[in-house]
């Protein structure tokens, strides 16, 4: 059976005429009907705003307008060409024999999901484990740990979460986070010392830093969590449309970090339209969380879309698909 895609978007009355066409031809040419919305996609939207509907099947592309003859004939191109190929592929001796990189390509298309979770389980765990290792005396690799990530992160101390002491963080007076003791007073460091700060590991009374900044943190275990997520169901989540990954994802974490950047450059006019803010650990963990989560969902679907195509791909290759 081929497969037809439809591509429309909310309000297009040609789309759905176009719908009604292909209904009707359904039980003369089968086929499998493929609905994208360009406007879940700007690149699509930019492409196919003044033509659509248009109808793409195999390597055959109808734009609007078009008829329902059109779409007959369109279709049963494509039907006859599938046909051919199938033939062709089962005939070949060449094809009998799934090679290497096929066969690491399917690998790939049915596991890169797990590859991905583990790839970013690692990416956080090791920075994670600096600290524990810490903790036991083991030094050493604890600083090449800090050492490998420290291109990555600022790994600034009153940016970061502590393990194994009095506090999990200690952020800067100018936080204004109650409850905690800031980062100068428990350290004796000068809060605004970068370097000293980002030297910084910690000790057996305050505890010691992990390898990353608490905003990383969030980020890649919210990208962890919607991948465990994406996983539990069998990878059937929608893509996050792009305008709520902007609202969602960008918006928070641009007007935090940003916010607080601007706010820090020691320039006279800046301190007169934005006073010196220093973001608290509470929201550095929230902006992070949302863009981590909010990105992963917006691109591991997208990620399947493409790994389902290299399957169907590699299939009608070998002839594992009737």
């Known amino acids: 059976m081929i497969t037809v895609t439809l591509f429309t978007r909310p309000g297009c009355h040609l789309c759905e005429q176009a719908k009604t066409d292909l209904a009707a031809i359904q039980a003369q040419i089968p086929h499998q009907l493929l609905e994208v919305d360009i406007d879940r996609d700007p690149a699509l939207q930019k492409k196919f705003l003044t033509e659509i509907p248009v109808i793409e099947v195999g390597a055959y592309r109808l734009k609007a307008p078009f008829t329902r003859a059109d779409l007959l004939m369109t279709l049963g191109a494509a039907r006859d060409a599938r046909s051919h190929e199938e033939r062709a592929a ?9 090679n290497g990189g096929d066969r690491f390509s ?18 956080l765990g090791l920075p994670t484990l600096a600290p524990v290792l810490m903790k036991v005396g083991a030094t050493a690799p604890a600083n ?6 420290s291109p990555l992160c600022h790994q600034l101390g009153f ?13 800067r007076a100018t936080a204004g986070v109650q409850g905690v003791m800031p980062f100068g007073q428990a350290t004796g460091l000068d809060e605004n010392d970068l370097l000293a700060a980002r030297a910084f590991k910690g000790n057996e009374q305050l505890g010691y830093k992990i390898a990353l900044c608490q905003r990383d943190v969030a980020i890649y275990g919210a990208i962890i969590l919607f991948g465990f997520l994406f996983a539990l169901t069998r990878r059937r989540i929608p893509p996050l449309h792009w305008a709520l990954w902007l609202v969602i994802s960008i918006g928070p974490i641009g007007l935090d970090g940003f916010s607080q950047l601007i706010s820090q450059i020691p320039i006279p006019l800046i301190a007169t339209f934005l006073q010196f803010r220093e973001s608290t650990p509470f929201l550095r963990l929230l902006t992070g969380f949302l863009f981590g989560f909010g990105t992963a969902w917006f691109g591991l679907p997208y990620v399947e879309e493409s790994m389902r195509e290299t399957r169907d791909l590699i299939d009608r290759k070998y002839a594992l698909k009737g």
């Open 159 to 171: 940016r970061s979460f502590f393990l194994f002491g009095e506090q999990a963080y200690y952020p």
């Open 90 to 98: 089962l005939s070949a001796p060449a094809a009998s024999k799934m």
């Open 106 to 123: 399917l690998w790939m298309a049915d596991h890169w999901l797990f590859v991905v979770n583990l790839l970013f389980i690692i990416y």
């Open 144 to 149: 090449v740990i800090y050492m490998a990530y």
